[in-house]
Structures are given as structure tokens and as C-alpha cells.
């Protein structure tokens, strides 16, 4: 509504400009009607400029003299009294048509980020006595039961009880196959049902949903600017009173000091000047740049919480791999049990015991592999040793399970394992009864992603594990990685991270990428921290700058490169634009620019640079 | 104390500065962050909350009386 009430006002501004330029060359005015011209430019420039005049009175009755409103209307003002009527009005109209340009380009783009991150649910179908009722997802509590209807957004996350059907992630992951779901499946707040009904168990409240953590991620996002945002900024408050001082100088310096030096002519001069006062195409096109990046990010499941972090990491030479969860799936399948004395049954019976109350994932595959449900067994005393294992008293007798630096704290001799692998040692009553080999799948894209950050132009790609050394440099080496550390606490991943930081050139940055699963210490560390996997761990997610909805590694790659590309376009903008800038104050000051070339560049450079930052939401990473 | 407040129409880019700048001078105010493209302001304050409130408002209907400031 505001947008066509400004732009029919500019379209009748340009029939009256125009028919006042051509009325006296088409045909030859009567006599009495001599001033009509100058009436249909008075209008023409009335009707284009009273809210900047307006605007400029307001302003500068409380001392804002400096402001691109009333140089706008000094410069017009200035152009009539010269007689130059058709300038002065042109003038107006032009800067008119760049601000209806700039409102449509930033709405439009608001707009498309806005419908990438549709997500929020509108309802929830609750199933209460068998009767289903139409809530907000805001009052379902968790273990009630939801339906879920084809079409319709999944408004909690839950697991599903009955019914299959097909579900479109890509709004939360950015995923474009939409993923199979059955009975048991987990289902996440923000997607998509496509085919089946589904009945859910909800698991979580909507404030703790998927969905919720997401909407105040990006809500969030966008209050810490970028460094050049921050550079723009400067540049705007010198920009203008620079010019201004410069359009004064050129006023009245040369008519006083050099001969035959005409006023009306430096005057003229000086008014092109402050007609390119303003920087708005530069403070425009800066921040809907990055915000573009920003959008671009989110629609392939990577969220970035701020233009800081683009940059940063458009400037990124390090990257930092965690490595289970990470670049390898953490599935730890068991692959192999040996026990000098003991039946192997059993030294995997005393494992899955001790651990049955941990969530690590190796716990959880060697209770997956012994497949038995804890029956008659006593656990207590349970202790979890971080980075190190489990500890627990089974029926009585003290259970160690874990590495080989936990075996010896507890000074038990253990046999040394070769070969790649995670290795479980367990000792039962302060004897080693056995080990277990655990194999880690390395995930499909994560060669894709180490060779993807190479092009990119990555110094050093890192990975730091907690695992044994045989485990971890067959990884590395597999995918190519520079450097690999491993048997690492999580205080020494600190640690290291913080040495390679000493490593980096004067404006390099280092990005660790981890599960968030004991990693929240380091992503606070590292210059741009990335959580992978969505939205896990509270924690990480809290103390990362990035967090990646899906758990591919090649998003990392894809974020940097999308970051890359969104800084190259601020750059050529900041350049375009100050150098076009330049050139017209150049060209106005020898005379050889008008105000139709001034007004024209201008809003052209504008409507160049916004066209280009528009450029950045279509970005592939 | 940390709080956000919604710019509604906030159009032009040199504005959100320009309200950026004159929320950050407020006395009392510690950091004020305007995201022109989220149309938000972040500021963080010390003080009475009601009272920053209301000379927030007065800045931005000083310099954009058409901008709409909302909680």
C-alpha cells in the first residue's frame, strides 16, 4: 500500500517533469500561458520532494544541519534559484526513484528470509479420549499424543507411535530427499509430513523444540555486525560533512581567488556536490549483503548467528575437526572381543553392564551388541570418568571400563591393541578381563568435505580426537587431513586449539567444528565455533557462532564458501560505489558533470550495488 | 539488562544508523546495536527500564517519525 502510493506519486512527478520540459519545444506556448511550464516543473518537484523538505525543516530546527534530507534541499533549492527548474525537480524524482527502489529490493529480501524460515508451526492435532482437538503447540505437554496429518508442519518433536510416511526436512536441514519414517523413528519439530498419518508421542515441550531453538537462533541473529559494517558505518559519518565542506570550499574559494572565475558557476558546482551527499548506497547495500549471505546459509541447514561470523569466516585459514561425530558417523559398531580367560560373552556382558546408565556412543553399541535387557544384575557406585570410561560395582565387584589411560589410573597391565580402532579395555575386580574393538564408520561426505575446504584455499585442516593414535591418524590419512592430534582430554583440545590460533597470519581466523558433546569449551575458543548436527546439545549450541542442522562435514565447506563469495560481493560494492562517488565529485568539480549526470549516478550506483547484494541470497554453498 | 525492541518500517539504511548512533549516546545506555535488514535494536542498559523506554521512543520519533517502535 505504501509502496504504490510512493510510486504512483513518482509517476505523476515524471509526467509533470516531463510534460514541463518538452511543453515549450513541442509547441509554442501563448502568451498567457507562459508560465505554465514552470508550473508543471514546480509541481513536478513539490509533489516529488515534500517529505524530503519536510523532512530537512524538521531536522534542522533541532540542529541536525548535516543531514542528507536538507542537503538534498539546499542542492534543489540552490538549482531553482539558478533557473535551472527542470534540474532541481529531475533531481528530486531521481533520489525518489532510488528510495523506492531501495524499500522494494529490502522488503523483498526480508521477505525471502522470512519465507526460508516459515517454519514456526500454526497448530498442533491433539488426540485426547480418542477424540482429536485443534491446539496451539504451545499447550501440548510432553507424552501426550499428537496426529499429524499429510501436509501438515510437525508442531513438536516426538516419536512416532503408528503409521509411515515420507517427511520433507529440508526447512530444518536443509535436506532435499525427504527422509522414510516408521513406528519408533524420531520426529523433528519444523518438517514436513508428506504422505501417511502419523501418531505421535510428543517428547519435548515446544519452548525445549526444535523448532523453538531454531526460530530464536535466527531471531537472535544479525545483532553483532561485521567489521565492515562497522567500517560503513564510519565512512557515513565523514562521507557527508566531508563532501559538504568540499562543495563550500568549491562555492566560494575559486570565484574569490582566481580571475573571471564566475559565482553562478562554482555554485552550480558545489550544489552537484551534496547532490551524491549521501552514502546510502553503501549503507544499504552492506548490510543486505550479509544478510542475504545469512538467508542463503540458513536454506541449506546452516545457521549462522551473525555478519561477524560470515566474515570471519570468509577469512578462515585453519579449520579444526573434532572427530567422532564429526567427521566420522560415531556409530561404533563392535567389531572385534578378545579376553585371555574369560568366555567373550561375558567380558561384553561386564562392559554393557557397567555402562548401562552411560550415553556415549560406545556404550551405547556395546549394549547394542550384547542385545539383553539388565536383569537380576546390581549396579551402583556408577561413576562416568570423562574422556576416560565408566566405573561401577556389579554384584558387588568393581567394574572399570574404558581406555587405556583410565587403565592405568587404576595401575592394571593391559596388553598393547595395534591396528586402527577404538579399543575398550574392561577389568573386572582391579584385573584386565579383556578388550573390545569398536570400528567408527567415517561419513560419506567427509572426504568431499577436507578436499572442499582445500579448494576453498584452507592453509591446514586439523583433526583432534580423544581416541587412540592408531584410530586416529588411519582417519586422517584416509581423508587427507594436515595434521592430526589424538589421546586428547578435552582440556588439552583447548589447549592445542589455543596454540594453532598463535599460528594463524595477521588476519586469519580458526574454525573448529565439532558435535558439541564436551566440545563447548573449544567452540567458545576458536574465532567461529560450528556445532554440527543440529540442535544436540544445548550447550554447544549456546557457545557455537554456526551450528549445522544436518551432521554432513561438507556444510563446513559449504558455509565458508557461501561466506566467501558474500564477502566478495560487499567488497566489489564498497569499491564500485566509493569509486563512482569519487569519480562524479571529480567530474562535478571541473564542471564536466551536471546534476542530471550526478542525480543519475547516484541512484544508477544504487540500484547497481543493491541488485548485486540481492545477488547474495541466491548463493550455492 | 539486555532488551529488543522491533522497528517497524524502518526503510532506509543511513537511518538505522543514524537512530543506532543516538540510542548509543542515551545516558545509561551501554551498547545499541540496530540490524536494519531484521528491522531490530538490541540495546543493552543499566538503569530504569521504563525510563530508558521512554527516551528510546523520543530518539526514534525524532529521527523517524515513521518508524513504529514495538517490544
Not at chain 1, 49 to 74: Q, S
Not at chain 1, 127 to 137: I, Q
Not at chain 1, 440 to 466: F, P, Y
Request: aromatic letters at 6%.
Amino acid at each position: 500500500m505504501k509502496q504504490k502510493r510512493h510510486l504512483a506519486r513518482i509517476i505523476i512527478a515524471a509526467v509533470l517533469l516531463a510534460s514541463g520540459m518538452l511543453l515549450p519545444q513541442v509547441v509554442l506556448v501563448k502568451p498567457g500561458l507562459v508560465y505554465l511550464p514552470d508550473i508543471l516543473l514546480a509541481s513536478a518537484y513539490l509533489l516529488a520532494g515534500y517529505d524530503v523538505i519536510a523532512k530537512a525543516w524538521r531536522n534542522l530546527r533541532r540542529g541536525r544541519a548535516l543531514d542528507e534530507n536538507f542537503l538534498m534541499t539546499i542542492a534543489t533549492f540552490g538549482a531553482a534559484i539558478l533557473r535551472q527548474y527542470s534540474e532541481a525537480a529531475g533531481v528530486m524524482l531521481f533520489y525518489q526513484i532510488g528510495e523506492f527502489f531501495q524499500s522494494y529490493a529490502v522488503n523483498k529480501s526480508r521477505r525471502s528470509v522470512a519465507a526460508l524460515m516459515d517454519i514456526r508451526p500454526d497448530y498442533a492435532n491433539l488426540l485426547k479420549d480418542g477424540e482429536l482437538a485443534r491446539v496451539p503447540p504451545e499447550q501440548v505437554k510432553p507424552g501426550e499424543v499428537i496426529v499429524i496429518k499429510p501436509g501438515e508442519r510437525v508442531p513438536l518433536d516426538g516419536v512416532v507411535l503408528t503409521g509411515t510416511s515420507l517427511v520433507d526436512t529440508a526447512a530444518i536441514t536443509g535436506e532435499a530427499l525427504p527422509r522414510e519414517t516408521e513406528p519408533g523413528a524420531e520426529l523433528i519439530s519444523g518438517c514436513i509430513n508428506l504422505s501417511g498419518v502419523l501418531e505421535v508421542k510428543v517428547s519435548r515441550a515446544y519452548g525445549q523444540s526444535t523448532v523453538a531453538k531454531i526460530l530464536d537462533l535466527v531471531e537472535n541473529a544479525g545483532s553483532k555486525k561485521a567489521q565492515v559494517e562497522q567500517f560503513i558505518t564510519k565512512f557515513a559519518r565523514w562521507y557527508t560533512p566531508a563532501v559538504v565542506v568540499l562543495a563550500a570550499m568549491i562555492a566560494v574559494l575559486p570565484p574569490l581567488l582566481v580571475s573571471g572565475a564566475l559565482w553562478s558557476d562554482w555554485t552550480y558546482r558545489a550544489l552537484t556536490f551534496l547532490v551524491i551527499s549521501c552514502p546510502c548506497a553503501l549503507v544499504i547495500s552492506v548490510p543486505l549483503s550479509f544478510f542475504g549471505g545469512i538467508g542463503a546459509a540458513s536454506s541449506q541447514g546452516i545457521l549462522v548467528k551473525g555478519s561477524n561470523y560470515l566474515q570471519a569466516l570468509a577469512e578462515t585459514e585453519i579449520v579444526v575437526f573434532d572427530k567422532t561425530g564429526t567427521l566420522t558417523k560415531g556409530n561404533f559398531e563392535v567389531a572385534e572381543i578378545y579376553s585371555p580367560e574369560l568366555p567373550p560373552e561375558q567380558v561384553l556382558e561386564l562392559a554393557a553392564c557397567a555402562g548401562a546408565f552411560s550415553s556415549h556412543p560406545v556404550s551405547q553399541s556395546i549394549r547394542r551388541c550384547w542385545g539383553k535387557e539388565l536383569q537380576d544384575v546390581k549396579i551402583s557406585d556408577y561413576e562416568e570418568l570423562a574422556a576416560r570410561g565408566v566405573r561401577a560395582a556389579i554384584d558387588g565387584q568393581i567394574v572399570a571400563v574404558g581406555n587405556a589411560r583410565l587403565m592405568k589410573e587404576m595401575a592394571v597391565e593391559v596388553p598393547a591393541v595395534p591396528a586402527a580402532g577404538t579399543v575398550v579395555y574392561v577389568c573386572a575386580g582391579g584385573k584386565f578381563a579383556g578388550w573390545i574393538k569398536i570400528a567408527d564408520e567415517i561419513k560419506a561426505d567427509a572426504a568431499q568435505a577436507v578436499s572442499g575446504l582445500k579448494r576453498l584455499g584452507i592453509k591446514q585442516t586439523v583433526m583432534l580426537t580423544g581416541d587412540n593414535a592408531a584410530a586416529g591418524t588411519a582417519v586422517a590419512s584416509q581423508l587427507g587431513l594436515d595434521k592430526v592430534y589424538t589421546d586428547l582430554l578435552p582440556a588439552q583440545k583447548v589447549e592445542l586449539v589455543e596454540n594453532l590460533l598463535g599460528q594463524l597470519g595477521k588476519n586469519g581466523r580458526l574454525v573448529f567444528a565439532g558435535d558439541g558433546i564436551n566440545d563447548a569449551p573449544v567452540l567458545a575458543r576458536a574465532d567461529v565455533g560450528i556445532a554440527m548436527g543440529g540442535i544436540g546439545s544445548d550447550a554447544a549450541v549456546e557457545a557455537a557462532d554456526v551450528v549445522i542442522m544436518t551432521d554432513e562435514p561438507s556444510k563446513i565447506a559449504a558455509a565458508i564458501k557461501i561466506s566467501q563469495e558474500t564477502l566478495k560481493i560487499v567488497k566489489q560494492n564498497i569499491v564500485f560505489a566509493i569509486g563512482v562517488k569519487l569519480a562524479v565529485l571529480a567530474l562535478g568539480a571541473f564542471g564536466l558533470a551536471t546534476m542530471w549526470e550526478a542525480v543519475f549516478a547516484d541512484v544508477g550506483v544504487s540500484a547497481i550495488a543493491i541488485l548485486n547484494a540481492v545477488r547474495a541470497l541466491r548463493i550455492k554453498g | 539488562m539486555r532488551k529488543v525492541w522491533k522497528l517497524e518500517d524502518l526503510d532506509c539504511a543511513h537511518c538505522a544508523g543514524k537512530i543506532e548512533e543516538a540510542v548509543q549516546g542515551l545516558e545509561g545506555v551501554e551498547e545499541a546495536n540496530v540490524s536494519f535488514m531484521a528491522q531490530k535494536m538490541t540495546v543493552e542498559f543499566s538503569g530504569d527500564e521504563a525510563e530508558i523506554s521512554r527516551r528510546i521512543a523520543e530518539v526514534v520519533a525524532e529521527i523517524e517519525p515513521e518508524v513504529t517502535l514495538s517490544e
